[in-house]
């Protein structure tokens, strides 16, 4: 457990930097004295922890500082919001197609204002015309005009940007000029070129909307999906789906081990696996969530052929730590918030969930009708051997897909109603019927791609099968949406609040339950709950309820912006 107190002292750390804006050389100062009591406390194990863990604290403190963007006077932030002007730079990723424009990630390296030309560095996003063919690894030079990014009353975009080191945005004018093509890493290049191939695969085979999805789910790619699917998808707490994240990865690592350990030695097949989980990593995008999962699975692997136990909280703390590292800013991300939760949720909760499910249903009225007709089949049958079998078999039935839901959702849905104002009611029921069916889309939608590569009526024929299981995710979601009272809009939900909840959550898993349940009885307890629940809902809808007034926000978001809500609560 060290690895675990250490990666939390870091994370601790990279937080109280962020709030609290020390001096670096400071912050060193500091360091020498956990750093020497260390070394001096050799005799005491706890105060060694201690101190090894401030150390740790301090060290977090001091990388959130070498994070924060210098003043470069030859920054391209500098000429943000100072009018149109010529840019030249390369695209350093995969253009991401929207309906209405391309947006690509340029590195740029000059500008050229009137007669006079100024080198520069710095990452911009490029809003270029849909119609424009370019690809990784282009040189381009365009005229537009740099800006700082927006931000909103509920969202920064200038801080979403920022994680990924961008602090301009460029609208293109006009398009763009090719100076030349293919200047980027051949292997990218390469990696970007089969992904583009099987995106058309899939295109190819697969009629809408399931084949927008499949390329969210599979490459990635999610810009395809129609914004009424996407909603569904959040109305239900099911868009973790479209998210890569540790499900594609697991299914992935499950499927190369297989493969690799049945051509090569343990060894040989433990590479093949990390540089195909590496790979499909880069592939997909390289998101905070894809990373973790990464991380952690490669932990995994290596673990196994290593023979030594790799418990799930070593590799969450490790892969938090190791991401954190190479990007501080990836901690207030909102995918690796929501991905390193539900992780959390797993691992915490499962189990003790698993054994309360048994207990209810072992007593259940369902249980004991099963109990009662084996007695009367076979009147020396061992009452409690039934009873645990059929508790066992239902329990296996709803443990990957229920339990493991409801784990995730303790830890994440706070946070997912700070971030979206929404509470998905549906959400335990969407999900408990369309998981059991991901890894046959995974899996078969996989393979028609790649089949469908080579042999394009083979993974035709293969694409009826992920087609089914595709379709049932898409009813399935768009029905239960659609219900009454699906997702109800929270209103009022200060971050105070997520935090209280978290201390208590995180606090309360420590207690010893079965000493507490000796003293509160069941249905009083869950009563107790119902109510206050009922009563935060009933509140939030007083909150968010109109009020009867025409109200008009005016705000800039790169352009002229208007925001209205009728009298109705209606939303212009």
Sequence with gaps: MLLVYLASAWIAGLAFSNQINLPRDLLLWWLVFPVLSFFFARQNPRLRLLFLTLTFFLLGAIRFTLA???????????WNDRGAMTLTGEVIDDPDVRDQHVNLRVNITRVRVQSATHTVSGLALVQAPREVQVRYGDQLEFFGEPITPPEFADFSYKEYLARQDIHS???????????????????????????????????????????????????????????????AFSATNTAHIIAISGFNVSIIAGILTQLARR??????????????????????????????????????????????????????AVAAFVMT???????????????????????????PLEKLFA????????????????????????????????????????????????AAQITTTPLIIFAFHRLSIIGLVTNFLVLPAQPAVMIWGGLATLVGM?????????????????EWTIVIVQFTARLPFAAIPIGYFDAIIVGAYYFILFGATRVDWKTVREKISLRPALALASAFIVLILVFNLALTAPDGKTHIEFFDAGGAATFIRAPNGAKI
């Design 68 to 78: 924060r963007p210098s003043a470069d006077p030859n920054a391209l932030a500098v």
């Design 169 to 231: 945005i460029v609208r293109v004018y006009s398009a763009p000029k090719i100076i030349a093509r293919e200047q980027g890493n051949p292997f990218f290049a390469a990696l970007y070129a089969f992904r583009h191939r099987a995106l058309d695969t899939v295109y190819a085979i697969f009629p809408e909307p399931a084949a927008s999805l499949l390329a969210g789910i599979l490459l990635g790619v999610d810009s395809g999906i129609p914004s009424d699917l996407r909603d």
């Design 263 to 316: 051509v090569w030695s343990a060894g040989r097949a433990t590479i093949i696996v990390l540089v195909g989980l590496a790979g499909y990593t880069l592939l997909v995008g390289a998101s905070a969530s894809v990373l973790r999962a990464a991380i952690m699975g490669a932990l995994v692997v290596i673990a196994a052929y290593l023979n030594r136990s790799s418990t799930a909280y070593i590799a969450l």
């Design 325 to 351: 590292a190479l990007n501080p800013f990836t901690l207030f991300d909102l995918g690796f918030q929501l991905s390193f939760l539900a992780t959390l949720g797993l691992i915490l909760y499962t189990e």
């Design 359 to 406: 207990r209810v249903i072992a007593r259940s009225r369902f249980a004991s009708l099963t109990v009662n007709s084996a007695t009367k089949q076979s009147p020396n049958s061992n009452l409690e051997i039934a009873s645990s079998s059929r508790s066992a078999r239902l329990l296996a039935m709803t443990k990957d897909t229920f339990i493991s839901t409801l």
């Design 454 to 470: 080579i042999a394009p009526p083979v993974g035709q024929l293969i694409g009826w099968i992920a087609w089914t299981f595709t």
